[in-house]
């Protein structure tokens, strides 16, 4: 379970005009991304626990590398699961309309279907140029909890999740786990460990039957390239480079700069960006 | 075998690896371990931390019996397994011994809960198993402890502190799961929450025990017996009294030490 | 903002959905007896005609897994929980259930009932055809009604005549036209009344005695008329799917990050109920009411044009989208459910088409508010075109 937080050491923020943060309250992780005029200032993810003190903790956490406090922050936009929770939040914002903005605004204009693979659920989420979202698919109640489920399945094997994606892709061999549900794939894992399938096989089964699963979403709401992956999942090559099989459609591989599981929390803070700028705008015309 | 031969009983589940030393009648110690994906190795260990448990060495051992769902995987050098008894056996007979008056055991265990009735000898008459929906309520425990960042010694107690039924899915872990992080990001408080997950535990197993006839005493065994909060529910749902047997996660390891020795 | 005339009334249905067991054992009180229903395709004007109060059987949302020894875990909740309401009990005081042949999940909670919960020789099983639009459909309904009305005689004690079908089919009509009607006011910009009241009063006309609820209606539509608009109008959101008799999920719709308002619902808890009516002045009643209930909105379970395979749902939907006007469509259907998410996948091309942007709710025995609550809040902001 990584949590952390990071600043860009380059930008004073005693001089910034605008400080925004977006806060991401996911089921399994809650993270913040804060924006000094519109630039990267701080980023954090904390594990979720209670929606409520995790949004406190993830703000913190991004707060503390910049010596900033939280009433420093112009405006906050709050999206995710918990968005209804987090007390300091102005504005509360869906995920599919902050990862639609988040995509475009890290990979570009040419963006069109945006796949959210989270710790809880998936969505589909199709956009224009702009990172305006125009449609969006939710999972189905049986494709919940695929992302905590990998971090189940880690424990079981006795492996960090961080490492199964890259042991998934050590096999190309391995017996077919059921791709309906994430109980069945995991009860049928559980069996070919007893027997005696070596564990690396089992982990790349279990990689597929997942990645099959989200696949079905994706090709029930189509795909218009450019394709991204953002969400927790994203960062699991074994799931990744399945669904990009699967789907036969490739990917915009991830960008350096910018962690895919932070893209909505991102979203979030261009929306914060912006609400504040017209907020702006509007006084100052007021003012007038 | 002389009577007064120290026995080991070893039960290898999904989740945890069970070892207990027995003289007789008589538990001298116990001791267990995570069993990943290396049963061999969890057997080792469990058993070892049993032996030092009651500071005897591997040497006095004059047997050690298995059981548990990778009983067969067990068979091994360096194990040196004596006879290898199945989970329903040895539950039965385990659950008999612990409690002479019992007939009907439930055990409600890391991936599988069953109920198993038995008569005055510890002899299976009836056995039933969780279907697939209902996979793994232990291990849906475990995970649900963790998303909420408390162990589950705490989950359990935090249940007993609810003050309101909140309603859960019931159909499965999965959606069970969704329930509790959307009851969450509601802002329901996490004793509620907590305790609607013991409920819906309480619910399957209960579900379960529809389709087995429940003769008294009735007793509860295996990891998740040891939720208060569970077996509340668990009580009031099939309207019977029940009684948490004592050591109750090693239910199968002591049955198979018994039914060794009933063998004789 | 007072509540006048129409806000008793109001209250008066609310209180009745909340509490249908009490008004169903009031009308026992009053010397009714009464039939439980579990699906719409039941001709309810017969059991009328025989002095019978039909009442819909709705869920609980009680959560529990008894009944998954009883029927199979992927059957839908709504089943699960009618069949869980029968072996709790809850429904005893009913002297009698029916309900007609249409999908398996219902029909299994209805066997449930007979050879578990008591109700062996206090219940009837109507043969309704599937395919409806066929010559042969009607006069097998016809007939199948027949048999219906021949055992109501011998369980009632009493016969059925002409002129007390046609009664009961009059006292339905008016249930329906009033019905219509008070939907009708959601096609204003500001109704004095929200989608989710009407929705309200629509579900407690399916547990009330008809006459009664004429009169309440009436005197609801009557306030109403004199009303000035509701809260300001938001975005237009329609529902359509199956059944749902989780009111909360429509309050939400209302209570969301950004202004919405429910303007109408297609499914057999609304709009599918009452939109139509049964030929009065025929001479034969029972082919009357086959005759009008082949021309309701049919429900996906029953909608199959043979030959050309049509679904003459679509044709209302796209009527209603033309009358009412919304911006975005809900679907609501229950996880499980076949026959509703099958219509879906035929829905959505067309709802595109008419560049009308749409979501999927699952339903299931608990209401997950805030994950309905992100997918309609997602809904409203693109058809507001958020962006930041």
């Known amino acids: 379970m990584t949590e952390y937080a990071s600043m860009n050491e380059r930008i004073d923020w005693k001089r910034t005009k605008r400080i925004v943060a977006g806060v991401d309250i996911g089921a399994v992780n809650s993270r913040a991304v804060i924006l000094l005029d519109g630039q990267p200032g701080a980023l954090s993810e904390v594990a979720t626990r209670r929606p409520k003190e995790s949004a406190l903790t993830a703000i913190g956490g991004a707060l503390a590398k910049n010596h900033l406090k939280l009433e420093n922050i112009h405006y906050i936009v709050a999206t995710g699961r918990g968005r209804t929770q987090v007390p300091f939040a102005r504005e509360t914002i869906s995920e599919i309309a902050c990862g639609a903005a988040g995509a475009v605004h890290i990979w570009g204009p040419s963006v069109r279907t945006v796949l959210d693979a989270g710790g809880q659920g998936c969505k589909v989420i199709h956009c224009t140029e702009k990172g305006r979202a125009t449609a969006f698919l939710w999972n189905d109640k049986c494709a919940a909890g695929i992302g905590r489920s990998m971090e189940t399945f ?23 786990l059921s791709d309906f549900c994430a109980v069945y794939a995991q009860s049928e894992a559980l069996d070919l460990i007893r027997s005696k399938a070596p564990i690396e096989q089992v982990i790349a089964a279990y990689h597929y039957a997942m990645a099959r699963r989200i696949s079905t979403l994706v090709a029930r709401s189509g795909v218009k390239k450019d394709f991204v992956i953002i969400g927790g999942l994203a960062r699991n090559p074994g799931i990744v480079d399945w669904l990009e099989r699967i789907l036969k459609v490739s990917r915009l591989t991830h960008k350096r700069e910018w962690d895919p599981a932070l893209t909505t929390a991102l979203g979030a803070a261009l929306f914060a960006d912006a609400s504040y700028r017209r907020q702006q705008f509007d006084t100052s015309d007021a003012a007038r | 075998m002389k009577k007064g031969d120290i026995l080991a009983g070893l039960d290898a589940g999904h989740v945890y690896t069970k070892a207990v030393i027995m003289r007789g009648q008589e538990i001298l110690g116990h001791g267990m371990e995570p069993t990943g994906f290396d049963v061999v190795a969890a057997a080792q260990i469990a058993l070892y931390r049993a032996l030092d448990n009651v500071g005897i060495s591997r040497g006095e051992l004059a047997g050690i019996v298995a059981t548990g769902i990778f009983r067969e995987m067990m068979k091994v050098p360096p194990l040196g397994i004596t006879r290898t008894v199945a989970d329903h056996v040895a539950d039965a007979k385990g659950a008999l011994f612990l409690s002479k008056h019992s007939r009907t055991v439930i055990v409600i265990g890391g991936n599988i809960h069953k109920a198993i009735r038995y008569d005055q000898n510890g002899n299976t008459l009836d056995v039933i198993q969780n279907d697939k929906c209902a996979d793994g309520l232990g291990i849906f425990y475990m995970t649900m402890a963790k998303a909420f960042g408390v162990s589950e010694q705490e989950l359990s107690e935090l249940a007993l502190e609810s003050t309101k039924n909140v309603p859960i899915a019931i159909q499965c872990a999965l959606s069970a799961e969704s329930d509790a992080i959307d009851l969450m990001c509601q802002g329901v408080d996490i004793a509620d929450v907590a305790d609607a997950i013991s409920r819906f535990m309480a619910e399957r197993v209960a579900a379960m025990c529809t389709t087995i006839s429940l003769e008294k005493e009735i007793v509860v065994a295996g990891g998740l017996a040891k939720s ?17 047997l004592k050591l109750p996660e090693y239910l199968g390891a002591i049955g198979a030490v018994i039914s060794y020795e009933d063998g004789k | 903002m007072s509540k006048k005339g129409s806000g008793t009334i109001i209250e008066r249905f609310r209180s009745i959905t909340e509490n249908p067991h009490e008004y169903a054992k009031s009308l026992q009180r009053e010397g009714h007896l009464l039939a439980g229903y579990m699906c719409t395709h039941v001709p309810e004007e017969i059991l009328y005609a025989a002095g019978i109060v039909p009442v819909r059987i709705l869920t609980s949302h009680v959560s529990q897994a008894m009944t998954r020894s009883y029927i199979h875990e992927t059957y839908c909740s709504f089943s699960h929980d009618c069949a869980y309401q029968g072996l709790a009990h809850n429904y005893d005081f009913l002297d009698l259930i029916v309900t007609s042949s249409s999908c398996i999940h219902m029909g299994e909670a209805f066997n449930v009932w007979v050879r578990f919960a008591g109700f062996q020789g206090k219940s009837f099983l109507i ?15 016809a007939e199948s009604f027949g048999e219906f009305k021949q055992f109501l005689e011998k369980f009632a004690k009493r016969s059925i005549a002409g002129e007390d079908i046609e009664r009961a089919i009059k006292v339905y009509n008016r249930t329906r036209r009033l019905l219509k009607r008070l939907w009708e006011f959601l096609r204003r910009d500001h109704p004095p009344i929200t989608g989710p009241e009407v929705a309200m009063v629509t579900l407690a006309s399916q547990v009330m005695d008809k006459q009664e609820c004429n009169q309440m209606i009436e005197q609801l539509i009557r306030s109403l008329e004199g009303e000035p608009g509701k809260a300001p109008s938001g975005v237009r959101l329609m529902v359509t799917g199956g059944a749902c008799d989780d009111l909360g999920i429509f309050d939400l719709m209302e209570h969301l990050n950004h202004s919405a308002n429910l303007i109408f619902i297609d499914s057999c808890t609304a709009a599918r109920y009452f939109w139509f009516e049964v030929p009065e002045g025929r001479p034969h009643q029972l082919q009357a009411i086959a005759e009008g209930y082949i021309g309701r909105i049919p429900c996906p379970a029953k909608d199959n044009v043979p030959g050309t395979g049509e679904k003459k749902r679509f044709r209302f939907i796209q009527q209603f989208i033309e009358d009412f006007k919304p911006d975005g469509v809900v679907f609501l259907y229950q996880r499980f459910c076949s026959p509703q998410p099958m219509d879906v996948v035929a829905l959505k091309p067309i709802l595109d088409r008419l560049g009308i942007p749409s979501t999927e709710l699952e339903l299931d025995t608990t209401l997950p508010i805030t994950q309905f609550r992100t997918q309609l809040e997602a809904l409203v902001e693109i058809i507001r075109q958020v962006t930041p």
């Not at chain 1, 094997?157 to 391995?174: H, L, M, P, R, Y």
């Not at chain 2, 509340?232 to 749902?237: E, M, P, V």
């Not at chain 3, 043969?127 to 309904?141: D, G, L, N, Q, S």
């Open chain 2, 228 to 244: 208060k909060v569970l077996i509340k529910h668990l009580t009031s749902l099939i309207k019977q009294d029940v009684y948490v």
């Open chain 3, 127 to 141: 043969p309704y055809p599937h395919i409806i639009e066929t010559k042969p459909a009607a006069a097998f309904m």
């Open chain 1, 154 to 176: 880690a424990d079981l094997v006795k492996k960090e999740v961080t490492e199964i994606g890259n042991i998934a892709f050590q096999s190309d061999k391995f017996t077919k």
